[in-house]
């Protein structure tokens, strides 16, 4: 089996940087995946890792230590939209991208 | 067309009766998923297709729930005898080649089941 573990909630003041973390534990890894969804809407895919080391992509970042079994989201310049859901996700051997249960990120004032 | 559809967007049906949830994916998209969410619940998988064909149907919960693809295109789920713990948002997703990363999601089916 497999296991992804997320916190289930982060707060952040707009304009800062917050990480959201992602430890994963399964029986096959090609990489992780990160999602965000708004309240209401469809997850949409924000990053891809598959190799240890940072990608970025304007305000976010992703990153992934195959040896840790670990990876986390690093959002900057934090805006009120950013206000969402976030999910991490694996493919092991399988077909199944299987998901964590989601970091739920407030941006306040 | 542009993006995932999915039909109904809500639907409200009596505990013992059948529903059909419909997903049209992005054109050209070989490989589709369906997924349920329940509130505030992360992403469960329930099956995924390669063309016409269902490699994975690990996560469909019980043989109450069924789906089909046709022509490599449109599928449908179906859930029998509906009961309450069916309610959920059921998540259709494709990818322009199996087993890519990038899913583009529908925006889902409300399913309520009184």
């Known amino acids: 089996g497999q296991s992804l573990e997320q916190p289930s909630e982060v707060t952040a003041v707009e304009g800062a940087i917050v990480q959201i973390n992602c430890t994963y534990q399964?029986?096959?890894?090609?990489?992780l995946s990160w999602y965000q969804q708004h309240d209401g809407g469809a997850p949409t895919f924000l990053s891809y890792n598959a190799l240890d080391g940072l990608e970025e992509t304007g305000r976010f970042s992703s990153f992934l230590s195959r040896s840790d079994s670990y990876g986390y989201l690093l959002l900057q310049e934090l805006q009120m939209k950013d206000s969402a859901s976030y999910f991490c996700?694996?493919?092991?051997?399988?077909?199944?991208?299987?998901f964590g249960k989601g970091t739920s990120l407030l941006v306040t004032p | 067309g542009a993006g995932v559809s999915q039909s109904p967007s809500n639907k409200v049906t009596e505990k013992g009766k059948d529903v059909e949830l419909r997903c049209d994916p992005i054109s050209g998209h070989t490989a589709l998923y369906w997924y349920r969410q329940s509130l505030g619940q992360g992403l469960e998988f329930l099956i995924y297709?390669?063309?016409?064909?269902?490699?994975?149907k690990s996560g469909l919960p019980s043989d109450r729930f069924s789906a089909e693809r046709t022509g490599g295109s449109v599928s449908t789920l179906t859930i029998q005898r509906t009961q309450q713990e069916d309610s959920a948002v059921y998540l259709c997703?494709?990818?322009?080649?199996?087993?890519?990363?990038?899913?583009?999601f529908g925006s889902g089916t409300q399913l309520s089941v009184l």
């Open positions: 297709f390669q063309g016409n064909s269902a490699p994975d």
């Open positions: 997703a494709s990818s322009l080649v199996p087993l890519n990363e990038k899913l583009f």
């Open positions: 996700a694996v493919r092991d051997s399988g077909y199944a991208l299987n």
């Open positions: 399964t029986s096959g890894f090609y990489g």
